[in-house]
């Protein structure tokens, strides 16, 4: 069973930054993909980003150009560094890992964006 942990949420003003990082049980060369998703108060969990193993990454439109994810294969990690925040981004940030048709989720972890 996979596990994965997410930790770096907190507190920050408007134009701030913010890295998160999401420490997965395995090596993640054995993970299909790993993503970020988000959830804000009253709205449906979404995709914020994922990376595959070959590099292969995807977006969310509203976080285009600032947030950045990436991996680090010898700390069986994944991050998202978030740059730019804006109030919008004030969620509940969940790491995701799908192995074969399996998928996992982390604790969440809260990220709030002060204006």
Known sequence: QVQV?????????AGGSLRLSCAASISIFSIN???????????????????TTDGSTN??????????I???YAKNTVYLQMNSLKPEDTAVYYCNAAQGLTLYWGQGTQVTVSS
Not at 5 to 13: A, D, K, P
Not at 33 to 51: C, N
């Open 5 to 13: 942990v997410e930790s770096g949420g907190g507190l920050v003003q």
């Open 33 to 51: 993909t790993m993503g970020w998703y988000r959830q804000a108060p009253g709205k449906q969990r979404e995709l914020v980003a994922h990376i």
């Open 59 to 68: 977006y969310a439109d509203s976080v285009k150009g600032r947030f950045t």
């Open 70 to 72: 990436s991996r680090v």
